[in-house]
Nanobody
Framework: QVQLVESGGGLVQAGGSLRLSCAAS????????MGWFRRAPGKEREFVAA????????YYADSVKGRFTISRNNAKNTVYLQMNSLKPEDTAVYYC???????????????WGPGTQVTVSS
């Protein structure tokens, strides 16, 4: 089992950058595939990015490809989401997720953090 806590959210102007962090508890962090989802006001939850347990493979939603970068540090039990060139439509609550399956982590991951708010002003 793993517990997740996000940090790094906040208010930023369009075109700016933020880096989200997700600290995971548990001694088996490096056996989990990790990812990020988001939920914008009035919209369904959507997949943002995922990274394999080794960090060798990454996956992105088309809407963030080229602007966001996911990475992980297994020694620190932490996963990151670097967000550049932010747009108002990136405004959402961002959730860190984890799952033992690389397929499930991008669809219905089993572990979720409480979320962190990101607001991009125009």
């Amino acid at each position: 089992q793993v517990q997740l806590v996000e940090s790094g959210g906040g208010l930023v102007q369009a075109g700016g950058s933020l880096r989200l962090s997700c600290a995971a508890s548990g001694r088996t962090f490096n056996s989990y595939h990790m990812g990020w989802f988001r939920r914008a006001p009035g919209k369904e939850r959507e997949f943002v990015a995922a990274i394999s347990w080794s960090g060798d493979n990454t996956y992105y939603a088309d809407s963030v490809k080229g602007r966001f970068t996911i990475s992980r540090n297994n020694a620190k039990n932490t996963v990151y989401l670097q967000m550049n060139s932010l747009k108002p439509e990136d405004t959402a609550v961002y959730y860190c997720v984890a799952d033992g399956s690389p397929i499930v982590v991008v669809t219905t991951p089993v572990y979720w953090g409480p979320g962190t708010q990101v607001t991009v002003s125009s």
